[in-house]
């Protein structure tokens, strides 16, 4: 008397449950919103680009909000843009996730005390999942970025309240 | 190509105000001083006479003098009355390789002066930024309306000396 998953003779059957199946699903196919704003989107292309390789972890880019998963906000946040992000991330379906990639967007960066153009935090219109620190951060931090929003999506539950 | 001493009497003979042309020093750049009145003439005059032929707007910028009175407010800020702002005009002939500052001074509390853009096209978004940020009004404008900050900004025109930041823009918080 082995495992349930030894029970059957056939070797193409996976034995799982719902949950473990669905987060699994979800986030080995991150497809991000093509939306890049200031210096930290030339990293996320490089992180995007064959060294770094972000498909390998099923995240592409999608010229469409609609048929996103997550919006990477990488880059400089200003009261005009803020507007614009927060329409795309409420044209994006759920379950939606948002990285908020370097410090500008994180808290505002170097326009902190007297960028008055600058919104101070991309929190302050749409609620962010995971923040990578950075000026901007290397794509390995964006990489890393990424793995810690897998994991927030591993550990979800359809029943147990977050 | 004319030296500055030239310019200054062509217009000093063409305009003949009390106080509408004069010359200043200001650092190592001689300077001159223009009416507001007057800048459209004085700016086409330059354009278009043989011998001058300015074709070329190298830049133009708005500037908060500073010059009023300042009081200082409890929370560090200042406040300013009275004083100027000012507009400065970088221009260049490159047809004959010589090169003129003029400056426009405004009162700070009716700063109105007259639009360039006809003569050097370049000029319409120069002024927009200069009326976006220092708030300047340039009449005879095409589409005098804010560049950078949001169209519905009112916030007031962020690059002056005295600005402070709104508590909130569009419902968004603005201060850190």
Redesign the interface.
Known sequence: MGFLDKEFTQDNIVVTNLEALLNWARLSSIWQTTFGIACCAIEMMATSASHYDFDRFGVIPRPSPRQADVIIISGTVT??M??RIKRIYEQMPEPKFVISMGSCSN??GPY??HG??V??GVD??IPVDVYVPGCPPRPEALLEGLLKLQEKIRNESMIKSA | MKSFEEILELLKSNFSGENDISSSKEGTEDIINVSPSLIKEVSKFLASTEGLEFDSLILLSGVDDENGEKVKQEDESIDITGGTLSVYYHIESVKLVHKLILKVSVERENPVTTSVSSVWGCANWHEREAFDMIGIIFNEHPDLKRILMPYDWEGGYPLRKDYRNPEFYNGMKVPY
Request: net charge positive.
């Open positions: 009261f005009k803020a507007t808290c505002g902190w005390e008055y153009h919104l101070k302050r219109v």
